[in-house]
C-alpha cells in the first residue's frame, strides 16, 4: 500500500502543466520620442514626485494626504487586497485540503428489523473521530495554471492601484494649478475694474466740469460692469476647485476652503523636463503592466480549461475512530482508516471542454490586442503631451508680450485722453484690450500647467516604495 501511495506523489511532482507557457509579447521599442524636442526635454531620468518639482509646500502635503487619506485609492487597494487573498487561497489548492471531524449519535431500529429484541435492546450509540484529507493530483498543471492565473491577477491588481495613485495625483495637481489660474484671473479682473473705476471717476469729472459728456460716462459705466460680471464666475470656479481638491485629499468638501481660498500665485514651471528613455517609459506605464498581467492570466487559463481533457487524480485518505461509548473511543481496534484514489475523466464530454478551451483562447486573443493597444495609447499618450506642453509654451511666451504691450497701450490712451487728443471710446477699447490680454495670460499659465501635468500623467509609473502610514503601498511583484 506504502508503495501505491508514492506512485502519485511521484507522478504529481514530474508532472508538467499542459497549455501554452506564457511568454511576453514584443512590444514597439521607439529609440527616441519624436516630440522630444531637445531644447525643451532632456532623456534624464523622470521625477516620479513631479510634484516637489513647483517647490509648494502646500500642494506637497495635498499629494501627500491625498495618497493617504483619497477614497478611491481606499478602494483600490481594498481590491489589491482581496486579489491578494485569493492568491493564498488557490496555493491551497497545491497542498492537501486536512479537516477534522467528529460525532455522536444515538439510534433506534424498529422491531421489523430486530425482530424479538426489546426496545431498550434495540437503541444504539455511536462515538467517532477523525481527520481526513483530500488531494487533487496535480499531473496536468490545472491547479498550477490556476494558480499562476491568480498571481497574475493580483500583480494585475497591484498595477492597477499604482495607474490609480497616478490619475489621482494628477488630478490633485491638476486641479490645484487651475485654481491658483482661477485666482490669477479673479485678481486680474479686480485690478481691471479698479482701473475702470477710476476711469470711470475721471469722466464724470470731466463732465461736471463742462468738459465730458454724458455719453462717455454711461459707456464707462457699462465696461465697468461687464468685468465685474466677470467675478461671481470666477468665484463659483474657485469654489468648485477648493471642494474638489479637498475630497480628493480625504475631506469634507468645505475642510480645506480657508487655506486654499487664500489666494497665491501660480508654481514657476520648469524650463526643462526629463522624459526618460522611451523603452523605459513602456516598462513603467502601470496600466502597460496591468494589461501585460492579465494577458498571462488568461494565457494560464488556456492551460486550465485544456487540462480538462485529462483525467483528474484525486487521493482521499481518513483515519480516526469509532466505538460505540466514550470509554473505547480510543481503544486499540476502534481505529479506522480509508485511503483512497479517485480518478474523474470527461473523455465522454470533450465538447463541452473543447467549447472551453476555445473560449479561454478568445479571450487570449482580446488581452493580447488589449495589451498591444495599450502600447500603443501610452506612446500617443506621451507623444501628445510632449507637444502640448511645448505649444503652451510657445503661446505663453506671445500672450506675455501682448499683455505688456496692452497694459502699455491702455496707460498711453488714457493719457493721451485726459490732454484732448484722443475720445473716450479709444480708451474704453485699449482697456478691455488690456483686459482681455491679461486674462488670456493667466488662461495660458493655466494650460501650460495643466499641459505638464498631462506629460507628467504620461510619463510616471505610480508609486511603491513609499513610508509606511504615510501613504498606502503595495507591495512588490513577487507576490
Known sequence: MRNLLLIPVLLTLTACAVGPDYRTPESPAPEALVRADEALYSADPVEAEFWRRFEDPLLTQLVEDALAANHDLRIGLARYDRSRALLRESRRDLAPTVTAEGGVANQRLSADQMPGVSRADRDSDSFDAGVSAFWELDFFGRVRRSVEAQRADAEASAADLRALQVVVVAELVDTYFRLRGLQEQLRVAQANADNQRESLALVDA???????????????????????????????????????????????????????????????????????????????????????????????????????????????????????????????????????????????????????????????????????????????????????????????????????????????????????????????????????????????????????VGLYKALVGGWDDVPEGRRMSVESASL
Not at 469654489?239 to 481660498?261: C, D, F, K, N, S
Not at 483515519?319 to 461509548?325: D, E, F, I, R
Not at 509654451?393 to 491702455?410: I, K, N, P, Q, T
Request: no cysteine.
Open 206 to 452: 470731466r463732465l461736471e466740469a463742462g468738459r465730458g459728456t454724458e455719453f462717455d460716462s454711461v459707456r464707462a459705466r457699462a465696461q465697468l460692469e461687464s468685468t465685474l460680471s466677470r467675478l461671481p464666475a470666477l468665484e463659483g470656479e474657485i469654489a468648485a476647485a477648493t471642494h474638489r481638491i479637498a475630497v480628493l485629499a480625504g475631506e469634507e468638501p468645505g475642510g480645506l476652503v480657508a487655506v486654499l481660498e487664500e489666494p497665491a500665485a501660480p508654481p514657476a514651471l520648469p524650463t526643462r523636463v526629463a522624459t526618460g528613455l522611451p523603452g523605459e517609459l513602456l516598462r513603467r506605464r502601470p496600466d502597460i503592466a496591468a494589461a501585460e498581467r492579465r494577458l498571462e492570466a488568461a494565457s494560464a487559463r488556456i492551460g486550465v480549461a485544456t487540462a480538462d481533457l485529462y483525467p483528474r487524480f484525486t487521493l482521499t485518505g481518513l483515519l480516526g475512530t469509532q466505538a460505540a461509548s466514550t470509554g473505547d473511543l480510543f481503544a486499540r481496534d476502534s481505529e479506522t482508516r480509508l485511503i483512497a484514489l479517485g480518478i474523474d475523466w470527461s473523455f465522454l464530454d470533450t465538447g463541452r471542454v473543447r467549447a472551453r478551451m476555445a473560449a479561454a483562447d478568445a479571450d487570449a486573443d482580446a488581452d493580447l490586442a488589449r495589451y498591444e493597444q495599450t502600447v500603443l495609447v501610452a506612446l500617443e499618450e506621451t507623444e501628445t503631451a510632449l507637444a502640448r506642453y511645448a505649444q503652451a509654451l510657445r503661446e505663453r511666451e506671445h500672450l506675455v508680450d501682448a499683455a505688456e504691450a496692452s497694459a502699455e497701450a491702455a496707460r498711453q490712451a488714457r493719457v493721451r485722453f485726459e490732454v484732448g487728443v484722443i475720445d473716450f471710446l479709444e480708451v474704453i477699447d485699449a482697456e478691455r484690450s488690456r483686459l482681455e490680454a491679461e486674462d488670456s495670460l493667466a488662461r495660458s499659465h493655466t494650460r501650460s500647467a495643466t499641459a505638464l
